[in-house]
């Protein structure tokens, strides 16, 4: 049986997560701005600390989300993956997407769910067109759980 993480850490974990995945979705890594081409596509040279190869990277996301999780972060872009190597150093392709504006403040919670696996209940106000006043709320579950020895999410997205 797992020792089971302490809140602070179950939602430090969703935060880190939560931006990690945004390198996919939202804005891409940091780059230098030196740009190469690569089968037609431009890729800049990321530079964030830490992260200067794809191994890197995968072995951040191992540390946040599970091996299947991973690999389809890692998989995004088809041809043109979003992340590759080019002379032994991380490069990006994407560019990133504008936030979505009809959704405001978040709620996150983690529910204990068994000795292996955590429910963080994620609510998220959504705005009217002005978006100055809340008319809903969108509600997630996302599972975090103890996998091939680490607390990891199996399943995630971005709600925002």
């Known amino acids: 049986e797992p020792r089971p993480p302490m809140e602070e850490e179950i939602l430090a974990?969703?935060?880190r997560a939560e931006e990690a995945y945004g390198w996919f979705d939202l804005a891409p890594l940091p780059d230098s701005g030196e740009t190469v081409r690569l089968d037609g596509a431009a890729y800049r040279r990321v530079d964030y600390p830490g992260i200067e190869t794809?191994?890197?990277?995968?072995?951040?996301?191992?540390?946040?989300?599970s091996a299947e999780l991973t690999d389809y972060l890692l998989s995004l872009g088809g041809g043109t993956p979003y992340y590759q190597d080019v002379d032994g150093a991380l490069h990006v392709s994407f560019s990133g997407r504008d936030r979505d504006g009809s959704k405001g403040a978040s709620q996150v919670e983690a529910v204990r769910m068994d000795g292996q696996a955590y429910a963080l209940e994620v609510s998220v106000e959504l705005l009217d067109?002005?978006?100055?006043?809340?008319?809903?709320?969108e509600c997630w579950s996302f599972s975090y759980a103890y996998v091939d020895g680490r607390w990891v999410f199996t399943d995630f997205q971005l709600v925002g």
């Open 13 to 15: 974990a969703y935060y």
């Open 54 to 65: 794809l191994d890197d990277l995968r072995a951040y996301l191992r540390n946040l989300f």
């Open 129 to 137: 067109s002005t978006r100055t006043a809340v008319i809903g709320l």
